[in-house]
């Protein structure tokens, strides 16, 4: 009883090990690059040192302006 358990298990082990997905039938979406559009501007901190006191300032680089005064930090 256990040599057939066995042999039915090396079976099914080795059936399902030879069924593979031929790379034909995958399918991959291609994302254009030229659909994708920022929506949000890009803003960061930049940091200067004057007189030994640290400031810091907001920027917007998406349209390359200042966007408020210099804050101490």
Request: hydrophobic share 50%; net charge positive.
């Given at each position: 009883?256990?040599?057939?358990?066995?042999?039915?298990?090396?079976?099914?082990?080795?059936?399902?090990?030879?069924?593979?997905?031929?790379a034909?039938?995958?399918e991959v979406e291609v994302i254009q690059e030229d659909l994708v559009e920022p929506q949000a501007d890009i803003i960061d901190w930049l940091f200067e040192t004057r007189n030994g006191v640290l400031y810091k300032r907001k920027y917007n680089f998406t349209k390359d302006r200042w966007e408020g005064p210099w804050i101490r930090v």
């Open positions: 009883m256990t040599r057939k358990l066995k042999l039915l298990t090396m079976s099914i082990i080795t059936l399902f090990s030879l069924v593979t997905i031929p034909s039938s995958v």
